[in-house]
């Protein structure tokens, strides 16, 4: 009898501890008992950033993506239409480039620049490589760029008559139309220098890159660039525009979301997926 007391008590007292573990998970909001370990770490949450992060870069890429597309189409219907008036303001130029548009005026050859080496871009926009200032290829030349003051307003622009042959860097003064013409030409913006590339100054012979203020400044005029798509005979080869957008934004969106998945499996079976 005095055995069967002493097993109901301490089975009362084992119940009663019991539930005061579960009062103390009620209070303290845990769902391990006293005695058990969480599995739960701080440092997951910071881990976790990693996959988060990379899908977000991949989402961003993936938007660019699709801004990217709808940019080049536009390019190439805004080539496809007429040519139309070339807009007053410099900055309205600026945010038309590609666009064709129709002048009417003449050329200043008394003043030009000379912008290369480049290479010759043929009908129907197939390109050769170039062999640099110091190659002989017949595709390796220069851009001839000379003001040309427009007839409805008084104002002086640039136009980029064409490419010249590598070694006509001096005295190249055939094609020259005296006169008031008209001419189709492409807008275009300055090009983006890389490393690789020499600074450019108002007093430099040569000009490496397309630097719209800086040409604009040693010849004199406004701001405003053109590429003509017309050639004269026997002068600089007009149509030398050539649309160049990099697309890389695919790539990068598996590469985000790759890592994202990898990163994400890792996180799971580290922290959740453990036995």
């Not at 058990?36 to 976790?48: C, R, W």
């Not at 197939?126 to 390796?140: A, R, T």
């Not at 003051?149 to 008084?154: K, M, V």
Request: glycine residues 8%; charged residues 25%; hydrophobic residues 35%.
């Amino acid at each position: 009898m005095e055995c069967l007391r002493i097993g109901v008590y301490r089975q009362i007292r084992c119940m009663s501890t019991r539930q005061r573990l579960k009062f103390n998970q009620a209070k303290d909001g845990s769902f391990f008992s006293k005695g058990e370990s969480s599995s739960f770490e701080p440092s997951s949450l910071i881990l976790l950033t990693v996959p988060i992060a990379t899908f977000a870069l991949g989402v961003w890429q993936t938007k660019r993506r699709t801004w990217k597309l709808n940019l080049i189409d536009e390019m190439e219907v805004s080539g496809q239409r007429a040519p139309t008036d070339l807009p007053e303001a410099a900055r309205d130029c600026y945010d038309s480039q590609y666009q064709k548009v129709r002048v009417k005026g003449s050329f200043d050859y008394s003043k030009s620049v000379i912008v290369g080496p480049r290479s010759l871009i043929r009908g129907g926009g197939d390109v050769h490589s170039s062999k640099g200032i110091l190659g002989s290829n017949e595709s390796s030349g220069w851009w001839r760029i000379n003001p040309f003051r427009l007839s409805d307003r008084d104002e002086i622009i640039l136009v980029n008559r064409g490419w010249i042959p590598l070694k006509s860097f001096k005295g190249f003064d055939k094609g020259e139309i005296e006169g008031e013409i008209e001419l189709v030409g492409i807008i275009r913006r300055s090009e983006r220098k890389n490393q690789y590339t020499p600074a450019v100054s108002v007093d430099d012979e040569i000009i490496h890159t397309r630097n719209i203020p800086i040409i604009a400044e040693k010849l004199g005029t406004s701001p405003i660039y053109l590429d003509s798509c017309e050639s004269v005979p026997g002068g600089p080869l007009g149509g030398q525009t050539r649309v160049t957008l990099p697309n890389d934004h695919f790539s990068y969106m598996v590469t985000w979301f790759s890592l994202s998945g990898i990163t994400l499996y890792m996180w799971l079976k580290k922290f959740v997926l453990r036995k």
